[in-house]
């Protein structure tokens, strides 16, 4: 319902200004240059070139994790793994880009079909061991996580280290397997396509086909789905998957893009904050760019803002606390809403009596 | 006529589904009187009561309480003022005795740590003793029949002292004779000072005993009337604004093959105990049988068995000679099994989508609604807004919500989904509990036309009149096992049922052994 949806913008918008006032509110007492602080924070990324490409950048693997979770999400599973399956499909793109001879197109094509794969197999893990054995899939995942980093650093470190290099990073990529860079001054590079298609993929995906259908059922009311006949095992299984395979293509897409060896040595985070650009995106695939191109305009904002002034980037993580906080908490409006049902509820009262007698 | 001790006035509750429950009621009660407030499903009967008990705070109106405003935040205020009340699903620890029952949240103790337990038996006792309650105050409550759950739940608000007595429908899950002994209890009540308040829509049981009337309609109060003054079709006039005639029209059965196979079906629940035991029975395309009982022996479990819910052994169930174990829902629901289930909000639908999205459930797969990789989703609006149509949903939209809608009309998407894919055989566990009279009707008919359209129909009730008046032949369950076959339901009285469902009485092996078609 139209009312429904007005609310929800309502209620996310809200939230998200009193996130910000708040943070505002705190740099002004922190800060010795408060006003600095601020318009860097607020409107630095759309400074220069450069740094509004860096917020594009950053857009591009989120909007992979954010449609990774959300779609994990709607069948109302809990799965994590969006983390690990990203760092580990970056891993598998990572193997192929040094190793593996193809032409160009071909090669990233593969390295990042590869990475989703793998990804696939990480999230796949907890979901399987919850539809076989009843283990939470929260848990399992979590855990998973840190399996798939050092088993992946362990590849890294022991069979594709250049050992030539200063740092602890891989063998370069061979020069067929990058990713063309669209914008001079910037690194957006063809990524942003592939996350474009998978974004309307996914959103035909879950609210036009039969097997989204049965995800969303699945996720609402997963008695009633399987009571209407509906395989609730095999969905929740391949809600994960597919989960998994977009969290994983998105890790492969961000390496073949913006670097020419692996060398992270850490969880990159992109899959945490997709749990929260899905949150912001409510589990929509449509809304997942927007929420994702928000969060990494906050990020980019924050970053310059403690480049420049005396206020530190942690910042941000007040502002996505009490953000999420907000959203997720049911009651916040409810009054208000409550309200607003009430006196819709007597207006309609007012016309039926006026029609019925 | 005694004082009024308790008055309501302009309560106006809005749920947050934008249900207006209440619409400006008026309600008062004298001292030592029983009054019922009746209503149809959805009348706001309910709510308006849990208003009184402090389970629901309205948004305008105020309660007086011997001419005194009082604000009843909470149940525990509610008691605190005399006002108790017994729920239509009990709220009873089963583990736990009768006395503990009804000693709970106020157990007298030994010091100030232990329980003390005699004395908890025999304040239990006394009590039961001074309102002449036949009960056993050591049984565990979860064997006890539902007849004497209610009298531990009325003792319990009694114990708390009680002077105004709320019951929601107390005789919904009593047999008749249940039913008769709670009457004569109730008196012996207002004889001894209480006033009762009396929450029904069985129309006869109010006429019987009660001396006020308050009959509520569509959230609004249609004024308060002495019971000697009005008839049972004034009541139901004023009720539901016609006269309404629950009888089916319908004509005699011409039952062909047999469709539905049970043989010898026995199922062992969680708890070791035999939840079926040894059943057998069949049902033919163009009858509609009913199975009657006390909800709670097997029904449950032979509903989930036939529809694939629960897992049975092999050829126990066959349908059309097709032996059902080996198979999963989707393929019993290819088969071409319909099933209505007891509980709409937990099986029937998913709240939170659209009524389109729970009409198709069952057929979203299905290739008319697909065309390639994506659902065609002109064809499933199409289909939808037939549905609405045709089985009177009513609703702004079918882009609605389900949990917008009323229950009988959420019962109404349930059925309209679980008819449009004209099934072999539908199992109906009861299918218009809990909604108002005009869905009621409009099911009931509909049930009907599915019969005669050659459709098998398994009806599970536990209201006596609907099992009565729908089925063709009807069986009855007792403790897992069918103890009586009636090939002809017009030929039975609602007595005579009553002792067969209480176990009273038991037919021979072969009289039951009627209903076995092969």
């Known amino acids: 319902m139209s009312k429904n949806l007005r609310f929800d913008i309502l209620r996310t918008a809200l939230a998200i ?38 917020v594009i950048e950053m857009t591009i693997p989120l909007v992979f994790t954010g449609l990774a979770v959300s779609i994990m999400f709607k069948a109302s599973q809990f799965n994590l793994g969006a983390e690990g399956a990203f760092f580990f499909g970056a891993i598998g793109a990572s193997i192929i880009a040094m190793k593996v001879a193809l032409p160009i197109v071909v090669h990233p094509l593969v390295a990042i079909l590869v990475g989703g794969l793998i990804g696939a197999v990480i999230t796949g893990i907890p979901a399987v061991l919850k539809v076989k054995w009843g283990a939470s899939e929260l848990v399992s995942s979590l855990m998973l996580n840190y399996v798939a980093l050092f088993l992946g650093l362990y590849l890294i470190n022991y069979f594709f280290r250049d050992v030539n290099a200063g740092a602890m990073v891989s063998l370069p990529f061979l020069e067929t397997a990058n990713l063309l860079v669209l914008i001079p001054k910037t690194r957006i590079h063809f990524g942003i396509f592939i996350a474009a298609i998978m974004t309307v ?131 916040f409006l409810s009054k208000y809403r409550h309200k607003m049902i009430f006196n819709e509820a007597k207006e309609n009262l007012g016309e039926t009596a006026k029609e019925g007698k | 006529m005694g004082k009024e001790i308790l008055s309501m006035q302009n309560i106006t509750k809005v749920y947050p589904n934008g249900i207006v429950a209440n619409n400006r009621v008026n309600f008062s009660i004298t001292k030592g009187e029983i009054h019922a407030l009746v209503g149809e499903n959805g009348a706001g009967k309910s709510t308006l009561m849990k208003i009184l008990f402090g389970l629901e705070n309205p948004e305008e109106g105020e309660i007086l309480l011997d001419g005194r405003k ?211 029975f069949s049902v033919r395309n163009g009858e509609i049988l009913g199975v009657a009982g006390v909800e709670g022996n097997g029904q449950r479990e032979l509903v989930e068995t036939i529809t694939g819910l629960l897992k049975c052994g092999k050829n126990k169930i066959l349908i059309e000679g097709k032996d059902i174990s080996v198979l999963g829902i989707k393929e019993l629901r290819d088969l071409g099994i319909s099933h209505i289930p007891e509980d709409r909000m937990t099986y029937g639908v998913a709240e ?137 339901t017009d030929k039975i009285t609602e007595e005579e049922l009553g002792l067969y469902m209480l176990g009273v009485r038991k037919q021979t092996n072969e009289e039951i052994g009627g209903v076995v078609y092969e």
């Open chain 1, 201 to 331: 993929i996914a959103y035909y995906y879950l609210y036009k086909s039969k097997r989204g259908y049965e995800i969303i059922v699945t996720g609402e009311n997963i008695k009633f789905a399987e009571y209407s006949g509906i395989k609730t095992g095999k969905v929740i299984l391949m809600a994960q998957l597919i989960g998994g395979f977009i969290a994983g293509a998105g890790g492969a897409t961000e390496l073949l893009g913006m670097y020419t060896r692996f060398s992270w040595q850490a969880l990159p985070g992109y899959g945490w904050d997709g749990v929260i650009v899905a949150i912001l995106a409510r589990n929509n695939p449509i809304l997942v760019p927007i929420a994702a191109f928000f969060l990494a305009y906050l990020r980019i904002g924050a970053d310059l803002m403690s480049r420049t002034t005396d206020v530190q980037n942690d910042v941000i993580a007040i502002i996505q606390g009490i953000m999420i906080v907000l959203i997720v908490a049911t009651s």
């Open chain 1, 17 to 54: 200004g009193i996130a910000l006032f708040i943070a505002l509110v705190i740099i002004l007492f922190a800060s010795k240059e408060p006003f600095t602080a601020i318009s860097q924070l607020l409107i630095g990324p759309l400074g220069t070139v450069r740094h509004f490409g860096n």
């Open chain 2, 352 to 488: 939170n989508l659209t009524i389109e999205q729970n009409l198709i459930s069952n057929t979203y797969d299905k290739k008319e609604l697909n065309n390639g990789f994506l659902m065609d989703m002109k064809k499933i609006i199409d289909t939808t807004v037939d549905l609405v149509k045709d089985y009177r949903i009513k609703c702004n939209s079918p882009k609605q919500t389900v949990k917008m809608l009323s229950g009988g009309n959420i019962q109404k998407v349930v059925v309209a989904r679980e008819f449009a894919t004209e099934p072999k055989l539908l199992v109906a566990d009861q299918p218009t509990r809990g909604i108002d009279v005009g869905a009621t009707e409009f099911i009931r008919t509909k049930l009907v036309e599915l019969r005669d359209d050659d459709s098998a129909v398994l009806l599970v009730s536990a209201d006596l009149n609907e099992v009565m008046e729908l089925s063709d032949s009807l069986i009855v369950m007792f403790e897992g096992k069918i103890v009586a076959y009636f090939e002809d």
């Open chain 2, 70 to 280: 009082l604000s009843i935040t909470s149940p525990n205020v509610a008691i605190l003022n005399g006002i108790g009340m017994v729920h239509q699903h009990f709220m009873l620890v089963p583990s736990l005795t009768v006395a503990e029952n009804i000693v709970l949240g106020s157990e007298p103790r030994k010091g100030k740590l232990f329980l003390d337990m005699d004395k908890a038996i025999i304040m239990a006792e006394d009590l039961a003793e001074k309102y002449n309650f036949d009960i056993d105050v050591r049984a565990h409550v979860k064997d006890i029949p539902v007849g004497t759950k209610q009298k531990v739940e009325i003792l319990k608000a009694l114990l708390r002292g009680a002077e105004i007595l709320i019951l929601d429908e107390p005789t919904a899950v009593l047999t008749p004779q249940e039913t008769e002994e709670l009457f004569k209890e109730l008196i012996i009540l207002k004889e001894k000072g209480h006033t009762i308040i009396f929450i029904s829509h069985k129309l006869h049981e109010v006429k019987h005993f009660c001396d006020r009337i308050t009959i509520m309609r569509n959230g609004r109060s249609m004024g308060v009337y002495n019971t000697k003054d009005v008839s049972e079709e004034d009541i139901s006039r004023l009720m539901v604004g016609r006269d309404v005639i629950l009888t089916v029209t319908k004509n005699k059965a011409q039952p062909k093959e047999v469709v539905l196979k049970v043989r010898n079906l026995t199922f062992v629940n969680e708890f070791g105990k035999k939840a079926l035991d040894d059943i057998s």
